[in-house]
């Protein structure tokens, strides 16, 4: 059901225009007023009923595997909240924290050569991270920059080009494909879950690494999240479909900038595929909202434990 305290044909007018100008090529979104009612509203609703109650800063956590929507979703939930019930929201990835290639090429020669590709656990900037979201989160409020990450150039944007915050925010939304992770215990460590494990960590120091990092550092993050929305895929042979899909949208949209051909995703998904099993298993218990996505890439049903 639509909440009725709100102008709903405005909301429906921003959130078609934005997902004209997201429709690429032969993808366009199905059932754009559907999913509108049946997922974006009743979500946008309980963000704005947890902020409402409590008068503070929420950050929500929006995390899935690769290719799942989590920036399209991002910006619909951002529209609907300012929109709907006049909410200032900011948006940032987990993947603007990125540490630079010059500080991975460091850990990829101290530590493991794995270390170079940007992805799991260890390769963020998690000093900052954790510094950033207090920083939103605090009463005492101070405009701030949050860093960006250019992937086609694989490093961190200059300064001058970060986002920049000038009043508090009601919201924070966090996405990112490993939010809210959990460390795995150190026997599933054993063996080798992929072809880039069993070659090129077959000493098993980039994966206990990367766990380590989730019990420390990691955890700490996540824990200034107040709701957890995980966006579930059928499988994880999806995140490798989905994510071909997306590098595809880049290309066309990265104006001649390096993008990857579908080999070198192939490899680049085996990176993240261990933490997204591992993710499939525990999340779908313990985040805050679970949204099923099918296997053609539709939101299926949704469910607030």
Same mark, same amino acid.
């Given at each position: ?22 429709e690429v090529m032969s993808e366009p ?117 949050? !860093?960006? $990450? ?5 490093? /961190? &944007?200059?300064?001058? #080009?970060? @986002?920049? +915050?000038?009043? %508090?925010? *009601? ?62 895929? !059928?499988? $994880? ?5 989905? /994510? &071909?899909?997306?590098? #595809?949208? @880049?290309? +066309?949209?990265? %104006?001649? *900038? ?43 049903s949704i469910r607030f434990n």
């Amino acid at each position: 059901m639509e909440d009725k305290s709100f102008n709903y044909q405005k909301v429906k007018k921003k959130y078609l225009k934005f997902l004209r100008s997201q429709e690429v090529m032969s993808e366009p979104f199905r059932d754009k007023l559907g999913q509108l009612k049946k997922f974006y509203l009743p979500i946008s609703k309980m963000i704005r009923e947890d902020q409402v109650r409590k008068k503070k800063t929420k950050v929500i956590g929006l995390t899935g595997g690769q290719g799942t929507g989590k920036s399209t979703i991002s910006t619909i939930l951002k529209i609907i909240l300012k929109e709907a019930y006049n909410l200032e929201t900011v948006v940032f990835s987990i993947d603007d924290f990125y540490k630079t290639l010059q500080e991975r090429k460091k850990m990829s020669k101290k530590i493991s050569d794995l270390f170079l590709t940007r992805g799991v656990p260890g390769t963020h900037d998690t000093k900052m991270l954790f510094q950033c979201i207090k920083n939103l989160k605090i009463n005492k409020f101070k405009k701030m920059n949050i !860093p960006k $990450f250019d992937k086609s150039n694989d490093d /961190r &944007l200059k300064k001058h #080009k970060w @986002l920049n +915050i000038k009043r %508090k925010p *009601n919201i924070v939304i966090f996405e990112g494909w490993c939010v809210g992770a959990t460390a795995q215990k150190n026997k599933d460590l054993n063996f080798p879950i992929n072809k880039l494990e069993k070659h090129s960590d077959s000493k098993k120091i980039w994966r206990k690494k990367v766990n380590s990092e989730l019990k420390k550092d990691y955890k700490k993050i996540f824990r200034l999240i107040d709701k957890l929305i995980f966006l579930k895929v !059928p499988s $994880f042979k999806y995140v490798l479909k989905w /994510r &071909l899909l997306q590098e #595809k949208k @880049l290309r +066309i949209t990265s %104006k001649g *900038n390096k993008t990857m051909n579908d080999k070198q995703i192939e490899n680049f998904v085996m990176y993240y595929e261990r933490i997204t099993k591992h993710m499939l298993k525990t999340l779908t218990k313990k985040a805050d909202t679970v949204i099923n996505i099918d296997d053609r890439h539709r939101l299926k049903s949704i469910r607030f434990n």
